[in-house]
């Protein structure tokens, strides 16, 4: 068969099995998902639910709720879904894969992300922290108190080295965990916890865990549940302030690649930790479909598990998507068919740097309705939206994360550069924006 012809039936083939695809989410992430979705010849139509103002460039926002399985998996089959990707966490914890797989009609149609029992690893610290155990995956050593065993846990403190790190169990938006550098903060932090409910129902157990002294970064594994991929590395800064000082945020920027994760620090992940992650949800009968984010701790070239999610970080996901080559469709139908492994990952050799605009206040209280200019006169940088709206004919700031600024360029240095000089193009009332992001990946 000549070149041109098998090129041709390539196209053919392509057209015919186009796809209706349904995105969930509204944020950052699922920006940059709609972006590089409808780059695939493979999508004939893109959904997000409830998108954002940024998103409509890609698709069409639905007014969908996320947790409402119901409305979700009609409008699934009305408008002839061919497949479904979760973008955040909460409906994945609350069983959306369940609901589809319980159901007789919705149960063809693929969705991407586990169900309840593998959303447990990011729904439930304690039981990361078993399955961990159980799968002798490297992680810090800790201990899990609830309210009713508040005494225990404060005695257990007592003997517990410092500094030491207190985690709610439970979803808390990226912000329940405190670094405690005295006994008499981590006495008041556990409780604010569990007596005073700082974080709410997420902080009703309190995982005490050893402190590790390194440096972090972003894993992130496409598993079909028997094979990978590892996706490019990347690393966010979750601090408000220069120099990650301040509160704790859902992130204000993110570079990739990780300048030390190179290929053998690599290899140690892949075999001490996603090798075995994957086997032992085979172990334990979890049947997983979907990303798994692996927050990582290098502790003098070791890596160690500080935390696993069941989705795509933001904001790196807006940095490791602009470094994905591939047909971003084809990955995931290789997970919904179960062949991901003959499907091909390309990486490119580029870096890539994203920093996040905020809301003045933000972590804290913060006023919305901003109106936004400025993301016309962005050059060589792909404005993701995350926290936005629009009325009548503006597009205003709705959420504390407004947009992510994202550039691919050759060296981190001058996709650093670059993000920061577009992001300073953008202006509202109010905004707010790291300008060290990378900084310490460029020493």
Not at 362 to 385: A, C, Q, T, W
Request: aromatic share 8%.
């Amino acid at each position: 068969m000549s070149r041109c012809l098998s090129k041709y039936i390539d196209v053919v083939i392509s057209y015919i099995c186009r796809m209706n695809i349904l995105l969930l989410g509204s944020g950052g992430r699922e920006s940059a998902f709609a972006w590089k979705i409808s780059q695939s010849p493979l999508c004939k139509h893109l959904f997000i639910a409830p998108g954002n103002a940024g998103t409509s460039a890609y698709g069409e926002n639905v007014g969908l709720s996320l947790n409402d399985f119901k409305s979700v998996g009609r409008f699934v089959l009305e408008n002839n879904i061919h497949l479904v990707l979760v973008g955040p966490e909460e409906p994945l914890v609350n069983g959306i894969s369940n609901y589809f797989d319980k159901d007789e009609k919705l149960r063809e149609i693929p969705v991407i992300g586990p169900g309840e029992e593998g959303a447990r690893l990011e729904g439930s610290k304690t039981f990361a922290k078993a399955f961990m155990r159980r799968h002798y995956i490297p992680t810090a050593a800790s201990q899990s108190f609830s309210k009713v065993s508040l005494s225990e846990g404060l005695a257990y403190l007592q003997s517990h080295p410092l500094p030491l790190v207190l985690k709610a169990d439970g979803l808390a938006s990226g912000k329940g965990v405190l670094i405690c550098q005295t006994l008499e903060e981590a006495e008041a932090g556990m409780i604010g916890m569990l007596q005073e409910d700082r974080f709410g129902q997420a902080g009703s157990t309190v995982v005490v865990e050893q402190f590790l002294e390194g440096t972090e970064l972003s894993v992130f594994v496409l598993t079909d549940g028997n094979s990978h991929k590892i996706l490019p590395s990347a690393k966010d800064y979750k601090r408000i302030g220069e120099g990650d000082t301040g509160l704790n945020t859902g992130g204000m920027g993110s570079v990739s690649p990780v300048p030390f994760a190179d290929e053998d620090f690599m290899k140690k992940v892949e075999d001490t930790i996603v090798t075995p992650t994957i086997g032992g949800l085979r172990i334990d009968q979890i049947r997983y479909k979907g990303f798994i984010f692996i927050g990582l701790m290098n502790v003098n070239g070791e890596p160690f598990v500080i935390e696993y999610n069941v989705r795509m970080g933001d904001p790196e996901t807006q940095s490791v998507l602009a470094r994905i080559e591939s047909d971003f469709v084809e990955l995931l139908m290789g997970v919904a068919e179960g062949n991901l492994k003959e499907r091909e990952l390309r990486i490119s050799s580029k870096a890539a740097a994203t920093v996040v605009l905020t809301s003045g206040g933000y972590p804290g209280k913060y006023i919305p309705g901003k109106v936004i200019s400025g993301i016309e006169n962005v050059r060589d940088s792909l404005v993701f939206h995350a926290g936005t709206r629009v009325e009548d004919g503006q597009v205003l700031t709705s959420g504390g994360r407004v947009l992510a600024v994202t550039s691919l360029q050759d060296t981190l240095f001058d996709a650093v550069q670059q993000a920061i000089a577009d992001a300073g193009r953008i202006y509202y009332d109010g905004r707010y924006f790291r300008t060290d992001i990378g900084a310490d990946m460029l020493d």
